[in-house]
């Protein structure tokens, strides 16, 4: 990629639950460059997979996203975000519970804060869960790469029984959902 293509790209950071859900449905759209699991918010420097499943670390199972703004904005992220996890649901996502498995948006920017804050506001104001969003708003904090083994896990590990009960389901929701944001490149 050229440095004036790479200067235009943003970086969005999600927590939504485990990392393997949110990375699989990231990966599938337009605009999307690169996926990476990760752990972020906690209080401990360079923490292991091991460490947050204790969920003594306060770091979140996260994904950080690199992404081009003219393909895919901030707000359809968002928008895929919202709708591929259950954003009422305090520090779990169905059998996931913990403070790792919490709903957040780590803001890169002024400018993503507010419409973080907005779209939420909205989302709140049209009773779109039936139930009070629990996701959190918070500034960017150190982001730490989670070990190889965590990476592209949906991609690599289909077969496995989480993949196939979990994260297919939120493949299917948005592939049915967003058709028109999808990669037009097989994964």
Same mark, same amino acid.
Not at 142 to 154: G, R
């Given at each position: 990629m050229d440095k004036q293509n790479k200067d235009s790209l943003e970086t969005a950071i999600f927590a939504g639950g485990c990392f393997w859900c949110t990375e699989a449905v990231f990966q599938r759209l337009r605009g999307v460059k690169e996926v990476v699991s990760g752990y972020t918010g906690g209080h401990i420097k360079n923490p292991a997979y091991r460490e947050i499943c204790t969920g003594r670390t306060g770091?979140? @199972?996260a994904i950080k996203i690199t992404f081009d703004p003219s393909e895919i904005t901030f707000r359809e992220l968002m928008e895929v975000f919202f709708a591929t996890h259950d954003p009422t649901q305090l520090n779990r996502q169905g059998n996931d519970v913990g403070t790792q498995y919490r709903s957040e948006i780590f803001y !890169? *920017? @002024? #400018?993503? #804060?507010?419409e973080a804050e907005a779209f939420i506001n909205q989302l709140e104001k049209e009773n779109v869960f039936g139930a009070s969003i629990v996701t959190a708003v918070s500034q960017e904090k150190? &982001?730490?790469?989670?070990? @190889?083994?965590? /990476?592209? &896990?949906?991609? @690599?590990?289909? *077969? /496995?029984?989480?993949?196939q009960f979990i994260i297919d389901p939120k493949i299917k929701k948005l592939t049915s !959902?967003?058709?028109? #944001?999808?990669? !037009?490149? #097989? *994964?």
């Open positions: 770091h979140a @199972e !890169t *920017s @002024e #400018k993503q #804060k507010d150190p &982001f730490y790469v989670a070990e @190889e083994d965590h /990476q592209n &896990f949906y991609n @690599e590990h289909r *077969s /496995q029984p989480y993949c !959902t967003f058709a028109d #944001k999808l990669n !037009t490149v #097989k *994964s």
